[in-house]
């Protein structure tokens, strides 16, 4: 057998291997070939690339590049999709230079192949040169540029780019309803749906699964449920993807037994719909049922991992949070900033300090420090932890501090009885231009009530509407009444309940007023004492 006829032979099993997900083996025969040519590494390149092995592909590429064999078209098309895959720009770019170096600069499913690449790597300028140098387009070509703009939210270009289309096929009207419902746009979204059917395309299963995924993105009940029905009518509904997007649209606005029956009813589960339905059993206070699709789950992710953290932190199980996050990061998946704030969370109501300040060097180490949602939660983690100097610390390193960040202060000094600190951090506040909030004057005026400044609280409650136009609140009304029964100025209790009784504040403002008396009296003297107030 010839060498020629060895080397096709043996390029076919590594295909065929390939085809079948044994991928190992495909490998270990390619590593075993005394001679490759470029269909070889083209086989294995693009066995890669389809099965999600980008990384691999990636990697393969830079192997071949080391050795004497001259990539072709092939080859750069399969190593431009690695790239769009895991979003590597930097690599990209450098394959669109080997483009121009081996003159493939005019090949049209290399230019196509780099327009995808830029616009899924978020560079729809780059995206553009390549569009506009092209002398030769197809489809492809259109609706390749037309994604890397809604991509990247370039809605303007997008429809500039979308008018000026020799044919909108199908997919075209899929790309442009995409793009908006992921940013939650219902109406955009129908009117191209009512623009595509007048149009004569036909939406598919993925224009109703785009649709569904708009109304869940932006809360839209009645919405989604008039897509729902109209993806029924159109004969849609029991296509896999539409199934994922409804469930997604049910679990996300807490219609939880419907999401229950359209997973348990679904075939094919994509990672959305069991993430969705970890999300739902968890905010249904089953975690046990939680944890039992996690572990059906057949991929998990970042989502499914802080789904369960924070739904455990959530539900009260602090320690199987904290349990799930150091099996998270063993098992080598990177927290986000959702991540922390989740751990975190379980970190504070646990007020375990040792936990909280591992997590701490945690997020030092992936340097989510300089988040402010993240510093935010350190704040209150350390003060109910105790640490009131680690709060002090934490709040300092916040670069742009938010409301939430000075709000998280003030209750973090009030937590510890330091009432004149939390008032000179709202006076900070003021200072620094930040507008308080209704929960800034709660902690303002619970910190109050518990070291006994009444003079302070009373100026407090003044000013929250005189100065700042915040109408009082049920806690606003509770938390003065409540200072001034212990303190003795029952009357001047009665008289703020009797004011605030027509804004819904009495009823807690009564409760809390009875309460203070308890202490100090005998069931007969309070009941006197309560008809008399």
């Not at 908006?180 to 009117?191: F, I, N, Q």
Request: net charge negative; with cysteine; glycine share 8%.
């Amino acid at each position: 057998m010839s060498c020629t006829q060895t080397l096709f032979q043996t390029t076919s099993k590594i295909a065929a291997l390939a085809r079948s997900g044994q991928m190992t083996c495909a490998r270990k025969l390619f590593d075993e070939m005394p001679h490759r040519d470029s269909v070889a590494w083209n086989a294995m390149l693009t066995s890669y690339t389809h099965l999600g092995f980008h990384q691999e592909a990636l990697s393969l590429f830079r192997q071949m590049r080391i050795s004497d064999t001259v990539p072709d078209h092939f080859t750069l098309t399969a190593t431009l999709s690695a790239c769009a895959s895991v979003c590597n720009l930097r690599c990209g770019t450098k394959v669109h230079a080997l483009v121009t170096v081996l003159g493939y600069q005019s090949h049209l499913p290399v230019n196509n192949s780099l327009i995808d690449m830029y616009g899924k790597c978020l560079d729809p300028s780059s995206a553009r040169r390549v569009f506009e140098e092209m002398k030769l387009r197809n489809e492809v070509t259109w609706c390749s540029f037309l994604f890397a703009q809604t991509n990247s939210s370039q809605f303007d270009v997008a429809r500039h780019v979308f008018s000026m289309m020799p044919r909108r096929v199908e997919i075209a009207w899929n790309i442009m309803i995409v793009g908006y419902a992921r940013y939650g746009e219902v109406e955009s979204c129908l009117d191209l749906l009512k623009e595509m059917k007048e149009s004569l395309c036909q939406p598919d299963q993925w224009t109703f699964s785009a649709l569904m995924n708009a109304c869940a993105e932006a809360l839209e009940f009645w919405h989604g449920c008039m897509v729902h029905a109209l993806t029924i009518k159109s004969g849609w509904s029991s296509a896999a993807e539409v199934k994922n997007s409804v469930l997604s649209f049910y679990a996300e606005l807490g219609f939880h037994g419907s999401a229950v029956k359209i997973f348990e009813s679904t075939g094919i589960l994509t990672q959305v719909s069991w993430n969705a339905m970890i999300d739902t059993y968890m905010k249904q206070g089953n975690t046990h049922e939680a944890l039992l699709v996690f572990q059906r789950a057949p991929e998990k992710n970042i989502v499914s991992w802080t789904s369960m953290i924070s739904g455990y932190a959530g539900n009260g199980h602090g320690d199987e949070a904290a349990k799930f996050f150091v099996d998270m990061v063993r098992s080598g998946v990177q927290p986000d900033d959702f991540t922390f704030g989740a751990v975190l969370y379980a970190c504070s109501s646990l007020a375990v300090l040792g936990h909280g300040k591992m997590v701490h060097g945690i997020i030092l180490h992936y340097g989510f420090h300089a988040y402010v949602f993240i510093g935010n939660g350190l704040v209150n983690m350390y003060a109910k932890c105790g640490d009131l100097q680690g709060s002090v610390r934490a709040f300092s390193d916040i670069l742009q501090k938010d409301l939430v960040s000075w709000n998280a202060m003030l209750f973090a000094f009030g937590l510890h009885g330091q009432a004149i600190r939390a008032l000179q951090v709202f006076k900070e506040m003021v200072e620094n231009g930040v507008k308080p909030d209704n929960v800034t004057f709660i902690g303002l005026l619970m910190t109050c009530s518990h070291n006994g400044l009444i003079e302070e609280s009373r100026v407090l409650f003044e000013t929250m509407g005189s100065v700042y136009g915040i109408s009082p609140e049920m806690e606003h009304v509770a938390c003065m009444v409540d200072m001034l029964g212990r303190s003795g100025y029952l009357a001047e209790a009665k008289e703020l309940v009797d004011k605030y009784s027509e804004v819904g504040s009495a009823e807690t403002a009564h409760v809390k007023l009875y309460l203070v008396l308890a202490p100090h009296k005998g069931t007969q003297d309070l009941e006197e004492n309560w008809a008399k107030v």
